[in-house]
């Protein structure tokens, strides 16, 4: 006997049911990465299936630093193909644009510098040759879905720490698709951060290089070398200069 008595459910509501299970439990329960990141074994066949895959990771990059790049190049090391997206509001001014923070986060993953990490060391060869950077307009999931993505990456310092603004987010990312686009929303996983890099930001870095004024900056094209010491701590050296550059205070 059902347990609702004499009442009949239908069989489309039971249909419908299921999906939203699926997608309240992603909220509800999310999958996070923690550090170390784990890589399957070399010849798995999981391993050989993610190299097929396109992932997204999707951030402001505002600026890009260290923490940053050590989750590309594992990404990169473990999937096929990288797009790291940044979003871009057409009706918004942005003190340094998207598109010059592109361009350092290219700069940075071609470089070969690394951090002593044992894994960047490991990772460095050429791994990076599969990322891709794009300023994107418009809704990112809808980007990713369009490039055939997978997996729909954010990275985060810890979910303790950041969980509340990415649980907004995620919920737009798994209820945007469905609402605007009518297409099932890509998954979303969480990167929790190296420890060593969890207390580096953006926002560090910023007031760095805003607050340098005359002790720190020398000629109106250069940083010194003082500068580029405290950089280098949170963004590889061969860029540090123009990070300064693009986020001085003018």
Same mark, same amino acid.
């Given at each position: 006997?059902?347990?609702?008595?004499? #009442?009949?459910?239908?069989?489309?509501?039971? !249909?419908?049911?299921?999906?939203?299970?699926?997608?309240?439990?992603?909220?509800?329960?999310? =999958?996070?990465?923690?550090?170390? /990141?784990?890589?399957?074994?070399?010849?798995?066949?999981?391993?050989?299936?993610?190299?097929?895959?396109?992932?997204?990771? %999707?951030?402001?990059?505002?600026?890009?630093? /260290?923490?940053?790049? +050590?989750?590309?190049?594992?990404?990169?090391?473990?999937?096929?193909?990288?797009?790291?997206?940044?979003?871009?509001?057409?009706?918004?001014? @942005?003190? +340094?644009?998207?598109? =010059?923070?592109?361009?350092?986060?290219?700069?940075?993953? %071609?470089?070969?510098?690394?951090?002593?990490?044992?894994?960047?060391? $490991?990772? #460095? %060869?050429?791994?990076?040759?599969?990322?891709?950077?794009?300023?994107? =307009?418009? @809704?990112? /999931?809808?980007?990713?879905?369009?490039?055939?993505?997978?997996? *729909?990456?954010?990275?985060?310092? =810890?979910?303790?720490?950041?969980?509340?603004?990415?649980?907004?987010?995620?919920?737009?990312?798994?209820?945007?698709?469905?609402?605007?686009?009518? #297409?099932?929303?890509?998954?979303?996983?969480? !990167?929790?951060?190296?420890?060593? *890099?969890?207390?580096?930001?953006?926002?560090?870095?910023?007031? #760095?290089?805003?607050?340098?004024?005359?002790?720190? @900056?020398?000629?109106?094209?250069?940083?010194?070398?003082?500068? +580029?010491?405290? !950089?280098? $701590? *949170?963004?590889?050296?061969?860029?540090?200069? $123009? +990070?300064?550059? %693009? @986020?001085?205070?003018?």
């Amino acid at each position: 006997m059902s347990p609702f008595g004499n #009442i009949t459910i239908p069989i489309g509501v039971i !249909l419908l049911f299921i999906p939203v299970v699926i997608l309240v439990s992603r909220i509800l329960f999310p =999958t996070i990465l923690s550090f170390p /990141w784990k890589m399957p074994p070399e010849n798995s066949r999981q391993r050989k299936r993610e190299k097929e895959f396109t992932v997204v990771l %999707a951030g402001s990059f505002n600026p890009p630093h /260290w923490g940053h790049l +050590v989750m590309i190049r594992y990404l990169a090391e473990r999937y096929g193909r990288v797009i790291c997206c940044i979003g871009v509001n057409p009706n918004k001014k @942005y003190d +340094v644009t998207p598109q =010059t923070r592109a361009n350092l986060l290219k700069e940075m993953l %071609a470089s070969n510098e690394t951090n002593n990490n044992d894994f960047d060391k $490991k990772a #460095i %060869a050429g791994t990076c040759n599969n990322v891709q950077v794009e300023v994107v =307009t418009g @809704y990112i /999931w809808r980007y990713a879905r369009e490039h055939g993505a997978s997996i *729909f990456f954010r990275g985060i310092r =810890t979910w303790e720490a950041d969980g509340a603004e990415e649980r907004n987010l995620q919920i737009l990312n798994t209820w945007g698709p469905l609402l605007l686009g009518r #297409i099932w929303p890509i998954n979303t996983l969480f !990167l929790e951060g190296d420890p060593r *890099f969890r207390n580096v930001s953006s926002t560090m870095i910023r007031k #760095i290089c805003t607050d340098g004024g005359s002790n720190c @900056y020398g000629k109106p094209s250069e940083v010194d070398d003082k500068a +580029v010491d405290e !950089l280098s $701590k *949170f963004v590889p050296r061969c860029v540090a200069n $123009k +990070v300064a550059m %693009a @986020y001085r205070k003018n």
